[in-house]
């Protein structure tokens, strides 16, 4: 079994569905206590996830940007031979720091709760630099993918 970074399609409109979403990032959500999580991240935002959800809305709101698509969700899910929580950690930084400075604000957590670890990002739609929603072409999203998938290469060696 590979690497795979997956986009959910859920579209997180409301501001529940983001509260929601750190919550359960944070593992702090209705299946807490199935979620096992090593580590919490975000960059900026706060790493409490209910000032992190309030962040974000509080942003699209005053960037008229708070309707239709809130939210992405991406996971980056590990080969189960991938056991080393550190450099699992360190790709969840770089992939972070990715989408930061692409201009999106991220709240991130890895969760070990099953055979394979895994990370959950949560992404603002809004970039914070040009107050415009994230819209990516398939060449432009490739693109994205493959940075993202880049942070796995021999620095942290844990894809397989």
């Given amino acids: 079994m590979e690497t795979i970074m997956k986009m959910l399609k859920d579209r997180y409109e409301k501001d529940k569905d983001i ?6 990032i944070a593992g702090e ?12 991240g975000s960059k900026g935002l706060d790493q409490e996830h209910d000032k992190a959800a309030k962040q974000i809305i509080k942003m699209q709101r005053a960037l008229k940007k708070n309707n239709g698509r809130r939210m992405y969700h991406m ?14 950690k360190a790709v969840s930084k770089a992939v972070a720091k990715i989408i930061y400075e692409e201009g999106y604000l991220v709240y991130y957590g890895i969760h070990t709760s099953t055979d394979n670890l895994h990370i959950h990002f949560a ?28 942070c796995g290469s021999a620095e942290y060696s844990v894809w397989n």
Avoid: A, C
């Fill in 123 to 150: 992404i603002d739609s809004v970039n914070y630099l040009s107050g415009k929603k994230w819209h990516k072409s398939r060449s432009e999203f490739m693109s994205f993918r493959n940075k993202v998938l880049d």
């Fill in 19 to 24: 509260q929601e979403l750190t919550q359960y």
């Fill in 75 to 88: 996971i980056i899910s590990f080969n189960t031979s991938t056991k080393n929580l550190l450099k699992v």
């Fill in 29 to 40: 959500g209705t299946n807490k206590e199935k979620e096992e999580v090593f580590y919490i």
